[in-house]
């Protein structure tokens, strides 16, 4: 049994594909976050929110769309992206933001051809 | 940004004890993170250091000095199921949350 869900755990999709990446935590927690992981790279994070506000954006190309409904769920939208977004997505959740302990779902392995 | 090393890789022996170290830049540090990851797997929270000194926690251990900018992480007893990357996290007091070092890769041997 894990706190924080994935869906889906595998995505492939080519370059003009729209598609989208769900979390759900299940620890009554009110913060999330989008993290990606590349090959022989440190984890990365992409974007921040906070009672469902988004708190911190690194840079990141807009061709990742952050969405918070509510502080259980989270998704991340994706729209032409490139072969070099192939990576692990992960989400983590976390009691309050601004560097709580973080709890990680399984991750979203993505593939664009 | 902020810099964050680790060892990339290292291999012990099952039974033995392993260290695994951390250093990062001083500047503004709030807290040190480890985490366990195995491969194709979510990250796991194993240990917490914000003070000085070492927090035991089982056969796992984290020192943390905070004037040398430097953690490690001590395995003790190791297991074959212990094999894993193990990350460093950083918690700065600017800023919103962790920066990841690159994770060191341990493979446990029999």
């Known amino acids: 049994e894990t706190g924080v869900t994935q869906t889906p755990r595998h995505l492939v999709m080519g370059m003009t594909n729209k598609k989208s990446l769900k979390c759900e935590q299940h620890l009554g927690h009110n913060a999330m976050y989008w993290y990606k992981q590349s090959a022989k790279k440190p984890l990365e994070l992409m974007f921040v929110y906070s009672l469902e506000e988004r708190v911190e954006n690194n840079s990141v190309p807009s061709r990742f769309s952050p969405e918070c409904p509510n502080s259980s769920h989270l998704f991340l939208h994706l729209h032409t992206l490139q072969p070099e977004d192939s990576a692990l997505y992960l989400c983590?959740?976390?009691?309050?933001?601004?560097?709580?302990?973080?709890?990680f779902g399984p991750g979203t392995r993505l593939t664009v051809l | 940004g902020q810099n964050i090393d680790q060892p990339t890789e290292m291999t012990a022996t099952e039974g033995a004890i392993v260290q695994i170290n951390c250093t990062y830049q001083?500047?503004?540090?709030?807290?040190l993170f480890w985490y366990q990851q195995h491969a194709g797997e979510a990250p796991t929270f194993l240990s917490y250091?914000?003070?000085?000194g070492l927090e035991e926690k089982g056969r796992f251990s984290s020192f943390l000095s905070r004037s040398k900018g430097y953690s490690y992480l001590l395995l003790k007893e190791l297991q074959m199921k212990d094999s894993a990357s193990y990350l460093c996290?950083?918690?700065?007091?600017?800023?919103?949350?962790?920066?990841f070092g690159p994770g060191t890769r341990l493979s446990v041997l029999p």
């Open positions: 250091n914000v003070l000085d």
């Open positions: 996290a950083v918690r700065f007091v600017y800023g919103q949350n962790f920066v």
């Open positions: 001083t500047s503004g540090f709030n807290g």
């Open positions: 983590a959740s976390s009691k309050e933001g601004g560097g709580d302990t973080q709890y």
